[in-house]
């Protein structure tokens, strides 16, 4: 479970304090497939780099699995988010210069807690190619695949781990109506199979029929926590 409480979060912008956040408190459930939509610079992103220990918040707390992510120093938090998180973006964030398999390696190579050998890792990371339909393009690199087959990709990176939570921000932003629905589709399949956390934050309201819960950020506040 991921508890949030009265989490706020305060940027200085050129002198001037804005409040990304402001005492938002949520309560998520294991195997949830939580939507959170909101318009542009409602704070939904901001909520979800919290979650996920890529920022600290100016107050409150959030806590995954009964661990503060508050007591946590930089190298613990980068522990916690190869081990529990798996993280999407509406850019991809794929290495240019790396194959596609190259890419989905990373996460593995970089756990210190497993510390798979190297077999291990190409065996791992074609498999989870092979789950997303992507095992035909083992060796391609990224500017050589379509949108949606990039943020397949993306996909088999977030889940090769075996995290229990995935975070996505935007996966659909940058793909036609059709594409995404093909993710949505593959996003729920694997929230079905592998029973993951799944948390996705859009501003797209169509994507929240297919969640199990929805809830919406409008200036940085919660307008419908959905408890």
Do not use: C, W
């Not at 939509?37 to 995954?64: E, F």
């Not at 980068?78 to 210069?97: A, E, M, T, V, Y």
């Not at 949505?184 to 309201?205: G, N, Q, R, S, Y």
């Amino acid at each position: 479970m991921i508890k949030i409480s009265n989490l706020s979060k305060i940027y200085k912008i050129g002198g001037l304090n804005v409040h990304a956040l402001k005492n938002v408190s949520l309560d998520i459930k294991t195997g949830e497939f939580l939507v959170i939509v909101g318009p542009s610079g409602s704070g939904k992103s901001t909520l979800m780099h919290l979650m996920g220990g890529l920022d600290k918040p100016t107050s409150g707390t959030i806590t995954v699995d009964g661990e503060p992510l508050a007591d946590m120093g930089d190298k613990q938090l980068s522990g916690f988010r190869n081990r529990k998180i798996g993280f999407i973006f509406q850019d991809f964030k794929l290495h240019p210069h790396l194959s596609i398999l190259e890419n989905v390696k990373i996460p593995l190579i970089l756990n210190k807690s497993k510390k798979y050998k190297h077999a291990t890792i190409h065996k791992k990371a074609a498999a989870i190619l092979k789950e997303v339909g992507l095992e035909n393009r083992e060796n391609h690199k990224p500017d050589q695949i379509s949108g949606g087959q990039k943020q397949r990709v993306a996909i088999a990176r977030a889940l090769v781990n075996g995290p229990s939570i995935i975070l996505a921000d935007e996966p659909l932003g940058d793909l036609d109506s059709v594409t995404g629905a093909k993710i949505i589709k593959l996003l729920k399949e694997f929230h079905k199979k592998k029973k993951i956390t799944m948390i996705v934050v859009t501003h797209d309201m169509s994507i929240a029929k297919h969640a199990t819960r929805t809830v919406k950020l409008k200036d940085g506040a919660l307008t419908r926590p959905g408890l």
